[in-house]
């Protein structure tokens, strides 16, 4: 992999109709960095996650993924979209749901094999559902269910995970237990999580973006790139977060 590149958007542009979405994008991202993409709503993020993807396509600028085009790359990335259609009351396990992201590599019809049997109980163990494997779907709390679609996109063995506002929905305390879990994940995969709220951006993320139809990329805490200060002059006003976050106290006035 050309410098450890997994994704380059180069100058890339978006309109679903005549109204521009995203705004020459540049952005790149490199094997085992955590990057939060943050924002308001319709500022772009679920688009730019279907752009890196394959499932939309640019009206300008190139995307390369793996050094590859976007549609080619896609089997290498696992994806946890913000909203799920599935029919709750369908009585479908956890291990059949888990499985359900084999199908990718091995076709519909085909049998699973051991392997793939043996994959969706590795990740499920690592999202800790191991032991609610024969339980029904539709019987489970939300972060239950949460982590067992986590451990669906994790069956495809990603290279890449995109997490598209994966805590929305969730309580607290499984926020947490989360984070954790994309910590320990991000020892061997790229992540990109995209969220509208500054306030979940947790000590584990290291890269953050801010989008509202531009980019602006603020660099690695690690580097010291980014401080929280720059954050709250970045021109994408309308992240939201909490008062106690906000140093100059403008969002108590
Ligand atoms: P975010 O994820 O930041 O909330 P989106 O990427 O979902 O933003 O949407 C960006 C903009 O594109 C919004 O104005 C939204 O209304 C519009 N949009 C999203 N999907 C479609 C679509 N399928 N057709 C037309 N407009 C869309």
């Known amino acids: 992999m050309k410098n450890n590149i997994v994704v380059e958007l180069k100058d890339v ?4 109709t005549n109204i521009s979405v995203l705004e020459s994008i540049n952005i790149t ?8 993409i943050i924002g308001p709503n319709g500022g772009g993020k679920t688009t730019i996650l279907k752009i890196i993807l394959g499932l ?9 993924v793996f050094n590859a085009s976007a549609k080619k790359a896609r089997k290498h990335i696992g994806y946890l979209p ?20 084999r199908l ?3 076709g519909i019809g085909r049998k699973f094999t051991e392997t793939d049997v043996s994959v969706c109980m590795q990740v499920l163990e690592k999202v800790g559902m191991q032991k609610y494997k024969n339980s029904e779907l539709g019987k489970l709390s939300g972060g239950q269910r949460q982590r067992v679609f ?22 607290t305390q499984w926020q947490q237990a989360f984070y954790e879990l994309l910590h320990d994940l991000n020892k061997e995969i790229t992540i990109v999580l995209v969220t509208h709220d500054i306030s979940v951006v947790s000590t584990y993320i290291d890269k953050i973006a801010c989008l509202n139809k531009k980019l602006y990329y ?10 929280i200060s720059e954050m709250y002059e970045c021109p994408v006003q309308l992240i939201t977060h909490t008062p ?9 006035k």
């Open 244 to 252: 106690t976050h906000d140093p100059s106290g403008e969002s108590d």
């Open 104 to 106: 990718g590599k091995r």
């Open 150 to 171: 986590i451990a669906r996109a994790l069956s495809t063995e990603p290279r890449l995970l995109l997490l598209d506002e994966p805590v929305s929905s969730v309580d």
């Open 13 to 16: 542009c978006f309109s679903y």
């Open 218 to 227: 603020h660099g690695s805490k690690k580097e010291g790139m980014h401080k």
């Open 56 to 64: 939309l396509e640019p009206n300008k600028g190139m995307v390369y």
């Open 82 to 101: 913000q909203h799920i259609s599935f029919d709750f009351d369908f009585p479908i396990s956890v291990q059949e749901v888990v499985l359900m992201g």
């Open 29 to 36: 991202i490199k094997e085992k960095d955590f990057l939060s």
